[in-house]
Structure formats: structure tokens, C-alpha cells
């Protein structure tokens, strides 16, 4: 998708100028481990463990030829 004109991360004004400026600017290191779906799944377990967390039903480089649970 274009959006029509250049964006500008030095000062975003629209929602995906300020993703980009995240993306470029932004080192907080939660950004990338709650980017992460196990990652998250992990750090929230931690932080919140009364919260109900749905089971991941497969995780890796290769689909398995039977269920597992990560």
C-alpha cells in the first residue's frame, strides 16, 4: 500500500509515520520481546500470572506430523 506521499519519521503526524518512527527511533527492548508471540507469551506469564494465556499449538521451522504443545 502507498500512501501517496513520502513519509516523514522526523515528525509523524499519521498512524504509520509513527510505526515507521517506532520501527527506526524507538530501542526500547520490551518492543521486541512483546513483538515476539512466545516471547510475549512468556514475559506476560511473568508480569500477570493470574491472567489466562491461550497454549501455543505448535512453534518452530517445520510442521510436525503430531500435535505438541510449545
Do not use: Q
Not at 524507538?26 to 515476539?36: G, H, Q, S
Not at 508480569?47 to 510442521?63: E, K, R, S
Request: charged letters at 20%; one cysteine or more.
Amino acid at each position: 500500500m502507498k500512501p501517496g506521499y513520502l513519509p516523514n519519521p522526523a515528525a509523524p503526524v499519521r498512524h504509520h509515520e509513527l510505526l515507521l518512527w517506532r520501527k527506526i527511533l524507538d530501542r526500547n527492548p520490551l518492543f521486541v520481546t512483546l513483538t515476539d508471540k512466545l516471547a510475549a507469551k512468556a514475559h506476560i506469564r511473568g508480569a500477570c500470572p493470574g491472567i489466562p494465556i491461550p497454549n501455543t499449538l505448535w512453534c518452530g521451522a517445520t510442521l510436525p506430523t503430531s500435535r505438541r504443545v510449545c
